[in-house]
Nanobody
Framework: QVPLVESGGGLVQAGDSLRLSCAAS????????MGWFRQAPGKEREFVAA????????YYADSVKGRFTVSRDNAKNTLYLQMNSLKPEDTAVYYC?????????????????????WGQGTQVTVSS
């Protein structure tokens, strides 16, 4: 099991930036693809971004491409999501997750069922 704890959410205005963090426990953090998802009220959990084990490859949802940047620091067992130019439609609970399989390209990890450990989430609210 890989306990995950997200932080950095908050209430911001449209156009502002936020940086989310996801702290992982355990020695296997660097062995897996990591991902960010979000879920707005009444909607299904939505893929945001994924990053390869060493951070050399990333993959983004079209809705965030060019505004969000995913990164990781394996020495600190921490995953990040830099969110710029935030929009009201970015409002959601954001979750980090650990990929359940290895050996696939990062674009493979765009669906929730391809992850097996999840954090509790952090709320991001963007006002217009």
């Amino acid at each position: 099991q890989v306990p995950l704890v997200e932080s950095g959410g908050g209430l911001v205005q449209a156009g502002d930036s936020l940086r989310l963090s996801c702290a992982a426990s355990g020695r296997t953090f660097s062995s897996y693809v990591m991902g960010w998802f979000r879920q707005a009220p009444g909607k299904e959990r939505e893929f945001v971004a994924a990053i390869s084990r060493i951070g050399s490859s990333t993959y983004y949802a079209d809705s965030v491409k060019g505004r969000f940047t995913v990164s990781r620091d394996n020495a600190k067992n921490t995953l990040y999501l830099q969110m710029n130019s935030l929009k009201p439609e970015d409002t959601a609970v954001y979750y980090c997750a650990v990929g359940s399989q290895r050996g696939y390209s990062v674009s493979y990890y765009s669906e929730p069922h391809k992850y097996n450990y999840w954090g509790q989430g952090t709320q991001v609210t963007v006002s217009s």
